[in-house]
């Protein structure tokens, strides 16, 4: 009878075991179930949240420049990529002006550089302040060919933050260079093509 005993209490032990094994390979299973559903929310969020539109730029005060504009939107960061052709050679000023209407022959639709921070014009990223429209200069090559690369956090594509939201506005190409000085639009010239920022 004790060995019947004994070969019992063996067999609860070795079962009772046995279910902590069991339990535990199953709750690491669920854990590691539950971090790859993270995983795929998680990639899925960020397929979602990218967001890419492009417009055309269009000759403006009897210019011949033209181009295509790209916004990029990826976690947090929005890229700006413009190629432009039909300049003439040399340094360009780009910005982005408050309204989304290239109607006028010269693009003074568009208003004033945009500023919803209502600070200095400058050079981007100085601590003296600069429009949030203020991208700065890019040099055209001799067959009046240009490419302008820029990226930042302070702008969004459609967000709801008007301080960020590029949507409304318009990119503006000038004849001349911004000086970085002359208020409030850097003495940057004619306005010679025109895109307006629409979705």
């Not at 539950?34 to 000759?59: D, G, R």
Request: hydrophobic fraction near 35%.
């Amino acid at each position: 009878m004790k060995k019947i005993v004994c070969i019992l209490s063996i067999a609860l032990v070795g079962l009772s075991y046995s279910c902590k094994e069991v339990k535990k390979e199953a709750q690491e299973a669920g854990e590691e179930m539950e971090a790859t559903v993270t995983e795929i929310q998680e990639s899925m969020e960020a397929k979602i949240t990218e967001k890419t539109m492009s417009i055309t730029l269009m000759p403006k005060s009897d210019s011949n420049v033209k181009g295509e504009v790209t916004f990029t939107q990826k976690d947090g960061m929005v890229m700006m990529v413009a190629t432009l052709s039909g300049l003439t050679p040399g340094v360009h000023a780009i910005h982005l002006h408050e309204n989304a209407d290239c109607s006028a022959a010269d693009g003074t639709s568009t208003g004033g550089h945009w500023n919803p921070t209502f600070q200095p014009h400058g050079k981007w990223g100085v601590a003296e302040g600069y429009h949030k429209g203020d991208i700065g200069n890019f040099t055209a090559d001799a067959e009046g060919n240009g490419k302008v690369e820029f990226s930042t956090d302070e702008w969004c594509i459609g967000c709801e933050d008007d301080t960020k939201n590029i949507v409304g506005k318009a990119v503006i190409v000038h004849q001349g260079t911004d000086d970085f000085t002359t208020q409030p639009t850097g003495d940057a010239g004619a306005r010679v093509s025109c895109a307006g920022i629409i979705q």
